[in-house]
């Protein structure tokens, strides 16, 4: 009888606690909110494979001299008509060539490259709009709060990539433009989600607490509201950036983005239209870099918000 | 229901009248006006170049040519094409049951199949076809659309056709000459599905997950305690409180719709109002993109409204906020 009553606590201690979604040995370890996030995180194989998968595709980007110089032996200067539409493996070449002789594994990697950091730069411009406006409207409230949110309103209802056209249109964008722009149309949804979060948290016991204790505006902010919005804010930069990726590529598709000769994941797919019948790797192998790409900082992002805050992920 | 309907359209002017704030302003912040080129002409005088300003309304301070336009936008004079000459109001309307079209069929399609897929993996949680159906909407909310849509035309246009398959055909919205529905529906197909698919995957999870709170919930224990069969239970109570906040992702998701189908009608050579502003870019033709943009913009602004009108008929507790 105590046998059976103690295998079945030992069964309980090692299943997952609804609330945290840590077993008891973990929970007993664990002190900080930290050492908690990251016990949840390590426990999800999918996107810590999902992360591994990330951290080697951005080295296959940014190596990409290294990858030109070790690797395909090919450089920019190396490209000749006469090995132009040679298969995957063919003449040495990885992935074979493009329509002007250009090695597509080199330009893969160079794309890779150049659409990460528009990405980047874009997920970084838009933290600083979008959280400044959020933060702003959330702490503030009243009439700042109603005219920020009525600005987001006015910026969500033109579709982005109408605005993203428009601007193309009119200016002549480069790459670091091009990050800009995309960040200017994509802020919105984080300031919701920050000024959100701050009016929940201004309403908060403790925070009521601090301030009647005499807490300067600063250490309230410092030591309440950073920790508790900076989850939310890191998630959202992680899934933004895959989506960033796809409108960048989108952009440079359209012909509006980053201009050839320079490669880009959407030019690269461009480029390759023409040439369909001729070559169907071309269009296959930019597209299914992106497509990769994305699906790993998607599942990276899930696994990473579930392990930050197990309640936002409670219904998958 | 009046009151509420008079709230929400009272909200959608401010929301208007941002919108042309912006794609005015947008487009003045272009250097350069319509007359530069005459600037650097040595045959036309300061005295003839300030006549022609004149003439044309530039001289008038910003704002005043602002009212200007929005008078002209208000009675649908969305102005002339600066490359045929036609006016741009016209050639919208002409375009804009094409995009609708498509976008419709796309949003029914991905409604369709999500729906269905979302509530039978909720009621069958953990089963194989959970299972599948998760996994499936994970990887098919990750493709990039124009991804998809070269594939799609590499597979059922050109491989078809090169293994004597039936091919769909790769571009247009019909075949000349041919007025049947059949070959409509041919050339709808692929754009559509291409457009709806990230949607797809997007809106079953969204279901699966609403749909597994709402068996959560005490009134679906209630509804089987008083002895409704299973399958009564879930669609007289559960199907309705799943699916209704689907109305509000689908208002959020339509700018992103009509973004997708610029892309969607431009891989497949559509017809549409996505393909005549990229064509405007392409050509300079600011009227075109400028009025498009504004005429866009506006029709996301309804679609929202009627959503929410819709939402609040069917979710009675959204009135009295």
Redesign the interface.
């Known amino acids: 009888m105590a046998e059976a009553g103690r295998e079945a606590a030992a069964q309980a201690a090692q299943r997952p606690l609804l609330s945290n979604h840590l077993t008891v040995a973990e929970r007993v370890a664990a002190r900080s909110y930290l050492q908690q996030s990251w016990l949840r995180f390590k426990r999800n194989r999918l996107a810590i494979a999902a992360g591994v998968l990330v951290v080697i595709i951005f080295c296959f980007g940014f190596g990409a001299p290294l990858i030109s110089k070790y690797v395909t032996h090919v450089g920019y200067a190396d490209q000749t008509l006469l090995d132009r539409f040679k298969h995957p493996g063919q003449a040495g070449y990885l992935l074979g060539t493009d329509n002007l002789g250009r090695d597509v594994l080199t330009r893969l990697a160079y794309g890779t490259r150049v659409s990460t950091m528009v990405a980047l730069l874009a997920v970084v411009s838009a933290l600083t709009i979008g959280g400044t406006l959020g933060s702003l409207a959330g702490y503030y409230g009243r009439w700042v709060d109603s005219v920020i949110m009525r600005f987001v309103d006015i910026m969500l209802s033109i579709p982005a990539l109408f605005l993203l056209i428009f601007i193309g249109a009119l200016f002549t964008i480069s790459s670091t433009t091009l990050a800009l722009v995309i960040a200017a149309v994509s802020w919105m949804g984080l300031s919701r989600l920050i000024r959100g979060e701050i009016m929940s948290l201004k309403r908060r016991d403790y925070v009521e607490a601090a301030r009647v204790v005499g807490a300067s505006d600063t250490r309230i902010i410092a030591r309440h509201i950073v920790p508790n919005v900076l989850p939310i804010v890191i998630v959202w930069a992680t899934l933004a950036v895959p989506v960033f990726i796809i409108v960048e590529a989108s952009l440079s598709f359209l012909g509006l983005g980053v201009q050839p000769p320079v490669p880009s994941l959407g030019n690269m797919l461009n480029g390759a239209i023409a040439f369909m019948d001729q070559s169907w790797t071309l269009i296959f192998i930019p597209g299914f870099m992106i497509y990769v790409m994305v699906l790993a900082i998607n599942l990276f992002g899930n696994g990473l918000r579930d392990a930050l805050d197990p309640r936002l992920g409670e219904h998958q | 229901m009046g009151r509420y309907v008079l709230r929400r359209l009272i909200q959608v002017i401010?929301?208007i009248i941002?919108?042309t704030i912006?794609?005015f302003g947008?487009?003045n912040?272009?250097p350069g006006s319509p007359i530069s080129s005459l600037e650097f002409n040595p045959d036309i005088t300061p005295a003839d170049l300030a006549r022609i300003k004149q003439s044309l309304g530039l001289d008038q301070p910003l704002y005043i040519r602002y009212f200007q336009w929005l008078s002209h936008v208000a009675r649908g004079d969305l102005g002339l094409s600066l490359v045929t000459y036609r006016p741009v109001m016209q050639s919208i309307l002409e375009k804009l049951p094409n995009t609708l079209l498509l976008t419709g069929t796309a949003l029914a399609f991905a409604i369709l199949i999500s729906i269905p897929v979302g509530i039978y993996a909720a009621v069958r949680r953990n089963s194989w076809f959970d299972q599948v159906a998760t996994v499936g909407a994970?990887?098919g909310?990750?493709?990039?659309?124009?991804?998809l849509g070269?594939?799609a035309?590499?597979l059922f246009s050109?491989r078809f056709s090169e293994w004597g398959l039936p091919s769909l055909p790769s571009g247009g919205t019909y075949t000349l000459g041919s007025s049947s529905i059949v070959d409509r529906i041919q050339h709808l197909i692929m754009p559509a599905i291409v457009l709806g698919f990230v949607y797809m995957a997007s809106w079953t999870r969204y279901i699966r997950?609403?749909m597994?709170?709402v068996l959560r919930q005490d009134y679906m224990r209630t509804a089987e305690a008083k002895g409704l069969i299973r399958r009564a239970v879930i669609f007289r109570h559960g199907l309705r409180n799943a699916v209704l906040p689907l109305v509000t992702l689908l208002a959020l998701d339509l700018?992103?719709l009509?973004?997708?189908s610029?892309?969607v009608e431009?891989i497949f050579s559509w017809n549409g109002l996505g393909r005549f502003?990229?064509d405007?870019?392409?050509k300079?033709d600011?009227t075109v993109?400028?009025g498009?943009?504004l005429f866009?913009?506006i029709l996301?602004?309804v679609a929202?409204l009627l959503a929410d009108i819709a939402y609040g008929l069917l979710d009675p507790r959204i009135q009295y906020e």
């Open positions: 401010p929301l941002g919108i912006i794609t947008l487009a912040l272009v994970v990887a909310f990750a493709v990039p659309t124009f991804w070269l594939m035309i590499l050109v997950s609403q597994i709170e700018p992103g009509f973004g997708g610029v892309i431009q502003i990229l405007g870019v392409q300079r600011y993109v400028m498009t943009t866009i913009s996301v602004v929202n």
